[in-house]
């Protein structure tokens, strides 16, 4: 397993036991079944968008290593494999996969029951303007879970047409490949289960467009201080308003909040 909080998941090393405490919605509950903690809502007819993300308890997303490795943990990285082998697709922006170097995401053996009737990894999808992107990503993706490339017109066309040998690319027109054109993108696909492992600003700009169905959020313990930035990193403001002032407020619900090894783990529901 790797030890970040996004990288690929090694598959074969040993799990070791963790135990999770629910403390809400039923104080006290333990050994919780991360799979069903976790499911996604049944019979979806659209792409239901989850982010997984991680926070020290003072809101940074990026500890000193440049990455969010520094605020992971074991229980962290169990939860992160449930969510991989629950999900159809894994969404990154295309920092996050220089930065944290993604390859092909792997299941953990004892997630396999998970992926029944699907390909035995989700596919990574990822957004782009320079194409800047990792080679094992590309390359080292199996036939039935291509890598997905969301890019511009803008973007390099040689660059276009390397990726296009080894990965499914969707080019749109303008500046900016749109929340919405990847949330329509993954539709035409089937891939309804989504979940994305950030970065800042991709999920900014989920957020923004009001595309982000639920917040997985670990708050780990531990304080970076001032120079880290949060979960959501650029985006607009509204206008007229002060400085500090966020653009929008959205209502979650926290459809859990678990707690292992002094980390906790909130489930927030849109709406
Ligand atoms: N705490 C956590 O849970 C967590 C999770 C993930 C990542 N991280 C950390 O966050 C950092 C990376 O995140 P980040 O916010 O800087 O970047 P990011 O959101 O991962 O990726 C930004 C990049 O995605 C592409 N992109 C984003 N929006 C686009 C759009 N609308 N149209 C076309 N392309 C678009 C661009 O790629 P190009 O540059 O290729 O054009 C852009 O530079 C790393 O330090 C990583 O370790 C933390």
Do not use: K
Not at 20 to 27: G, H, I, Q, T, V
Not at 45 to 64: F, I, L
């Amino acid at each position: 397993m790797s030890s970040t909080h996004t990288g690929a998941e090694a598959p074969a090393a040993p799990a070791a036991p963790v135990a999770f405490r629910e403390l809400l919605p039923s104080p006290g509950g333990r050994d919780v079944d991360l799979a069903a903690a976790y499911a996604y809502p049944a019979d979806l007819d659209r792409p239901w968008v989850r982010a997984n993300m991680v926070a020290s308890a003072d809101g940074g997303a990026v500890g000193p290593s440049g990455r969010s490795r520094d605020l992971s943990s074991v229980p962290d990285r169990r939860i992160m494999g449930a969510l991989r082998a629950l999900c159809d697709v894994v969404l990154v922006g295309a920092a996050t996969a220089r930065v944290e170097g993604y390859g092909p995401v792997r299941v953990r053996r004892a997630w396999e029951g998970l992926r029944a009737g699907r390909a035995r990894t989700p596919a990574v999808a990822v957004v782009s303007r320079s194409l800047d992107l990792p080679a094992d990503l590309l390359t080292g993706a199996p036939p039935d879970a291509r890598t997905l490339v969301f890019t511009t017109d803008g973007s390099p066309e040689r660059r276009r047409r390397e990726v296009a040998e080894h990965a499914d690319l969707v080019v749109v027109e303008g500046a900016s490949v749109t929340p919405a054109h990847v949330v329509d993108g993954l539709a035409e696909r089937g891939l309804h289960r989504v979940l994305t492992e950030g970065g800042p600003h991709l999920l900014a700009e989920f957020v923004a467009a009001g595309l982000l169905d639920e917040l997985c959020l670990t708050l780990s313990p531990h304080l970076l201080g001032p120079g880290s930035p949060r979960i959501v990193a650029g985006g607009a403001q509204a206008p007229g308003a002060p400085e500090s002032a966020s653009a929008q407020s959205t209502p979650v619900r926290m459809a859990h909040l678990l707690e292992a090894e002094g980390s906790l783990f909130a489930r927030y529901v849109r709406g």
